[in-house]
């Protein structure tokens, strides 16, 4: 059984402007404790992640992956960094082994949380076509600092480049995070589709959930926010999660009625919802073909 994964679309949502579609993926880590502000925004990468040691993890969305994230420095001249198509993910803890006992220590990362994290990602990246694979080596931090360590892309391979990387890999930038993050370990978790959960459990996770928009949810209550007829978070929520049916009906039960849904009224929208995948089950390959697969 996966871990559990619950993704808020409402509390921090930064707008932005357009960039192409992302066919890199960028990790980073935050480096401190807590949802970190972002300077209202113009900071804030798309999404941020905060462990759950042994248990999963809590999302912060900030914006939808074709916007401009802000996390990346950007000289005058050379390459453009945040808009270049890159999506941008902040791991909530270090990468900075001195540091180790202070925070969540993400080359260490354990595997409840790292398949969560693979799980959440994974719909974006067959979305759009970003292989599941390193497009250099993650040298530990404080190696990675700077362009010493030889991991930084030079503009031509950062322009061309395909796949996942992290901020030490970014060409007009210093920060050497997520330093050690184990990618070969995150690449398996990506490449085990037994982390995806069945309908099964999609459906009785949705059903023992409070539907709630997402701010009145307690820190530790069950994963499922959907926000309340916002038409646009409510398509961030569907582009995060692969079997996001039950929960658009949900939304749409939710969005009519104007207030939190009975358990009945609950199970009445799951029902409708299993009864549309129906025939959505046969026509499934409808997906982006999978992406290829290299370590
Ligand atoms: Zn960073």
Same mark, same amino acid.
């Given at each position: 059984?996966?871990?559990?994964?619950?993704?808020? +679309?409402?509390?921090?949502?930064?707008?932005?402007?357009?960039?192409?579609?992302?066919?890199?993926?960028?990790?980073?880590?935050?480096?401190?404790?807590?949802?970190?502000? %972002?300077?209202?925004?113009?900071?804030?990468?798309?999404?941020?992640?905060?462990?759950?040691?042994?248990?999963?993890? =809590? @999302?912060?969305?900030?914006?939808?992956?074709?916007?401009?994230?802000?996390?990346?420095?950007?000289?005058?001249?050379?390459?453009?960094?945040?808009?270049?198509?890159?999506?941008?993910? $902040?791991?909530?803890?270090?990468?900075?082994?001195?540091?180790?006992? $202070?925070? %969540? %220590?993400?080359?260490?990362?354990?595997?409840?949380?790292?398949?969560?994290?693979?799980?959440?990602?994974?719909? +974006?990246?067959?979305?759009?076509?970003?292989? #599941?694979? =390193?497009?250099?080596?993650?040298?530990?931090?404080?190696?990675? %600092?700077?362009?010493?360590?030889?991991?930084?892309?030079?503009? +031509?391979?950062?322009?061309?480049?395909?796949?996942?990387?992290?901020?030490?890999?970014?060409?007009?930038?210093?920060?050497?995070?997520?330093? =050690?993050?184990?990618?070969?370990? #995150?690449?398996?978790?990506?490449?085990?589709?037994?982390?995806?959960?069945?309908?099964?459990?999609? @459906?009785?996770?949705?059903?023992?959930?409070? @539907?709630?928009?997402?701010?009145?949810?307690?820190?530790?209550?069950?994963?499922?926010?959907?926000?309340?007829?916002?038409?646009?978070?409510?398509?961030?929520?569907?582009?995060?999660?692969?079997?996001?049916?039950?929960?658009?009906?949900?939304?749409?039960?939710?969005?009519?009625?104007?207030?939190?849904?009975?358990?009945?009224?609950?199970?009445?929208?799951?029902?409708?919802?299993?009864?549309?995948?129906?025939?959505i089950?046969?026509t499934l390959t409808v997906r982006?073909?999978?992406?290829?697969?290299?370590?």
């Amino acid at each position: 059984m996966p871990g559990t994964i619950s993704v808020d +679309t409402t509390s921090q949502v930064f707008t932005a402007s357009r960039q192409p579609d992302p066919d890199l993926c960028l990790i980073h880590t935050t480096e401190v404790w807590g949802w970190p502000p %972002y300077a209202g925004g113009g900071e804030a990468p798309h999404v941020t992640v905060k462990p759950i040691p042994g248990k999963g993890i =809590a @999302v912060r969305v900030h914006r939808p992956p074709t916007d401009v994230g802000k996390s990346l420095a950007n000289r005058p001249g050379g390459v453009e960094t945040n808009r270049r198509g890159v999506w941008q993910l $902040e791991l909530m803890g270090t990468c900075d082994p001195s540091r180790k006992d $202070e925070l %969540y %220590y993400w080359p260490d990362a354990d595997d409840v949380v790292l398949s969560a994290l693979a799980e959440f990602v994974r719909p +974006t990246l067959v979305r759009f076509r970003i292989p #599941f694979r =390193a497009v250099a080596p993650f040298l530990p931090y404080p190696k990675s %600092y700077g362009s010493k360590g030889g991991q930084r892309l030079s503009f +031509t391979e950062w322009n061309t480049a395909r796949g996942i990387c992290g901020h030490q890999h970014a060409p007009e930038n210093d920060h050497g995070d997520p330093g =050690a993050f184990p990618i070969a370990r #995150f690449i398996q978790h990506l490449n085990q589709e037994d982390d995806m959960p069945s309908v099964k459990e999609l @459906v009785d996770a949705l059903l023992s959930a409070k @539907v709630v928009p997402a701010p009145m949810l307690g820190e530790r209550e069950q994963l499922v926010a959907i926000p309340r007829s916002e038409e646009l978070s409510m398509r961030w929520a569907l582009e995060a999660r692969d079997n996001a049916i039950q929960a658009r009906k949900l939304a749409e039960a939710q969005a009519l009625k104007g207030k939190a849904l009975t358990k009945d009224e609950v199970k009445a929208a799951l029902e409708e919802a299993l009864a549309e995948s129906v025939d959505i089950e046969a026509t499934l390959t409808v997906r982006p073909a999978a992406p290829e697969v290299t370590q």
